[in-house]
């Protein structure tokens, strides 16, 4: 079975950073396809990044250049580091694994419980 537990989440002043860690179950970071997303109330779940089996990652506009996802096999933990944060970046975030590496949030069928991240101008 697989489970992912994020923490790292907190409050941060616009500019600041963060760190997201997302402890997934044994082998699920070597055999699976990893993702964040990120969800504010009212709007639907969108993707931050995701890093498949191989490492490659690939992100969303948002993200690219301030974002960067990682894992460390040897500890089963995905990563999601925040820098530059802005206001808008305020949102829940979730970790989740799947086999197929998917775009869409709906594609994928292992999720974490989330952890909030809120960035203050």
Same mark, same amino acid.
């Given at each position: 079975? &697989?489970?992912? &537990?994020?923490?790292? *989440? ?5 500019? *600041? ?6 402890? &997934? ?39 690219? *250049? ?47 419980? *989330?952890?909030? &991240?809120?960035?203050?101008?």
């Amino acid at each position: 079975q &697989v489970m992912l &537990v994020e923490t790292g *989440g907190g409050s941060v002043q616009a500019g *600041g950073s963060l760190r997201l860690s997302c402890a &997934v179950s044994k082998s699920t970071s070597m055999n699976y396809c990893l993702a964040w997303f990120r969800q504010v109330p009212a709007n639907e779940r969108e993707t931050v990044a995701i890093i498949n089996s191989d490492g490659r990652t690939v992100y969303a506009e948002s993200a690219k *250049g301030r974002f960067t996802i990682s894992k460390d096999n040897t500890k089963n933990t995905l990563y999601l580091q925040l820098n530059s944060l802005k206001p808008e970046d305020t949102a829940m975030y979730y970790c989740a694994a799947d086999r197929a590496c998917a775009w869409a949030p709906k594609l994928w069928n292992y999720w974490g419980q *989330g952890t909030q &991240v809120t960035v203050s101008s």
